[in-house]
């Protein structure tokens, strides 16, 4: 299984970086893409409807400001979506927040907090859904527990 990490804009890379770097601990599979609910809404619907058929088990959402990337994703997926606000206007992310916690019905995210401890809480709660029929995951999970839940 791999999971899907998408960014609104390249300049998130750095942030999501931390969200690769514990799904590699993991030892989670992940591809990462730049896609935009609002730049690019037809190729991130079309990523998005076919990541289930592609292997993909989970999918990350990375925005800031309006943040409707999560959203979209869970418009258009029924896998699991977790969203990670960014904190990348004058704002600082709270707006991002906001907009990717405040999905109405049927339309789930999981939100994690802001910036890089929600990128490293996103991969971490990818491998506790992942970790539900896998127990070498589990056993990972719960070393990670045993070394501070930190890397």
């Keep these: 299984m791999k999971v899907a990490i998408l960014m609104g ?5 750095p942030v999501m970086a931390e969200c690769e770097r514990y799904l590699a601990h993991f030892g989670i599979e992940s591809e990462t893409r730049v896609t935009s609910a609002h730049r690019s809404p037809d190729a991130t619907a079309a990523f998005c409807q076919s990541a ?3 292997g993909f088990a989970c999918i990350i959402a990375a925005a800031g400001m309006a943040a409707h990337l999560a959203g979209a994703a869970a418009a258009h997926s029924t896998l699991p979506i977790i969203g990670v606000p960014l904190e990348n206007s004058a704002l600082h992310g709270v707006d991002a927040l906001y907009s990717t916690v405040q999905m109405p019905t049927g339309v789930p995210v999981a939100t994690m907090t802001i910036g890089k401890a929600g990128a490293a809480n996103a991969a971490i709660f990818c ?3 992942l970790s539900i ?8 999970l719960l070393d990670f527990k045993k070394m501070g839940s930190r890397l």
């Design 9 to 13: 804009s390249k300049s998130d890379a």
């Design 52 to 54: 289930r058929d592609n």
């Design 127 to 129: 491998a506790q859904l």
């Design 133 to 140: 029929h896998d127990a070498k995951l589990q056993q990972k």
